[in-house]
């Protein structure tokens, strides 16, 4: 089920997205010092791209510099993101099919908005179920 949902979601709305967060990645590596969100972008952009069997868990070991980062992130790229897949999901909630879309659509917001001490890993990954 959740190959078809992945298949769907690329076709859909997934190949934007993930545009859309490898532009904001190569922007960000564009200097020295924004190169750790260029690569949380990329991390991202591969998220986006197939979702479904996959979710985001924060690292235990984010300190403040991480929380730093995330608000230079919202305010520089994380807001546009986010704005993206509120967008998205909206529109995937117009028909009955599109709707499981459009929910890991909405799910996908607070990753846009804080990359930075988060962790994507596999659904069967025993550290999701903490």
Not at 11 to 18: I, Q, T
Not at 76 to 102: K, M, N, Y
Request: net charge positive; glycine share 10%; aromatic share 10%.
């Amino acid at each position: 089920m959740k190959t078809i949902l992945n298949v769907l979601w690329l076709v859909l709305c997934g190949l934007w997205m993930a545009i859309g967060y490898a532009v904001a990645g190569i922007i960000c590596c564009l200097l020295i010092i924004t190169i750790p969100f260029g690569i949380a972008s990329f991390r991202m952009a591969d998220y986006a791209l197939w979702p479904f069997g996959r979710t985001v868990i924060r690292r235990p070991e984010a300190d403040a510099a991480s929380t730093v980062g995330n608000i230079i992130w919202i305010v520089v790229a994380g807001i546009w993101l986010a704005i993206g897949h509120l967008a998205t999901g909206a529109a995937l909630c117009i028909t009955i099919i599109g709707i499981p879309l459009g929910i890991a659509s909405f799910k996908m917001i607070p990753i846009s908005l804080v990359p930075l001490g988060a962790q994507i890993v596999s659904t069967s990954d025993p550290r999701v179920a903490y």
